[in-house]
């Protein structure tokens, strides 16, 4: 008879008792993984597997955030093994993304940094994004204005100024990441601020802020005064 793979539910029943039990932070970030991949791969042991994936990726956020293609290349597994990664990454984002949507923002700032944090902060390419939000703050559209190469994205005054205008919004806020995770902004990132915040002020759109997203953390651009 060939060998059989080990049979990991006794391991697994562990995991799932603890995870009911203490909730998400009982269980270390590559058991997560591990317990993701097992609903892929019932009959397999996964855990060194986790553990080489998120060493492979460079961190858990690392991880949930790569491309399926990427998943699927670097670490020599299937569609399904990718899929359990992207669900849990999509579960995640939309969870937080509903503590945010319709609310207002101004008085949801921790809810809005948990969302962009877990939506943009361990991306490998840099994503510009505005939201924009009505006479209440509430938001009323988050647009992915540009997605750009490692260290770039184009991002033009006039289309931004356009997007308010179109969705009827009298504020809005700026948000990009940086794929090397220091959130500290550039000079260019500083004039394009000022330069959106003049453009809008003749139409009576206020620009809130500008945050920049990265794995360390965020800067916000008003908060220290930037803007």
């Not at 293609?69 to 984002?93: D, F, H, P, Y």
């Not at 920049?212 to 008003?222: A, E, K, P, V």
Request: with cysteine.
């Amino acid at each position: 008879m060939p060998d059989q793979p080990p049979d990991a539910s006794g391991h697994r029943a562990r995991l799932r008792k603890r995870l009911f039990e203490g909730g998400p932070d009982a269980l270390l970030d590559h058991e997560l993984v591990e317990y993701l991949l097992a609903l892929a791969l019932p009959r397999r042991d996964t855990k060194a597997l986790a553990k080489r994936m998120i060493v492979d990726f460079g961190g858990f956020g690392q991880l949930l955030s790569a491309d399926a293609e990427a998943i699927m290349r670097r670490c020599g597994v299937t569609e399904n093994v990718a899929a359990a990664i992207k669900i849990a990454q999509a579960s995640a984002i939309r969870l937080l993304k509903s503590r945010v949507s319709g609310q207002k923002v101004l008085g949801s700032w921790q809810a809005l940094i948990d969302y962009l944090a877990a939506d943009m902060g361990f991306l490998p390419v840099e994503r510009v994004r505005v939201l924009y939000l009505n006479a209440k703050n509430a938001l009323i559209r988050d647009h992915l204005l540009s997605q750009g190469s490692v260290d770039e994205a184009a991002v033009y005054v006039r289309e931004v100024i356009r997007g308010a205008v179109d969705n009827h919004a009298t504020a809005m806020i700026l948000v990009h990441n940086h794929p090397s995770g220091d959130p500290q902004p550039s000079r260019q990132d500083i004039q394009l601020t000022r330069a959106i915040v003049e453009a809008a002020r003749p139409l009576r759109i206020a620009v809130h802020d500008h945050v920049i997203i990265g794995g360390s953390g965020y800067f916000s651009l008003r908060e220290r005064g930037l803007m």
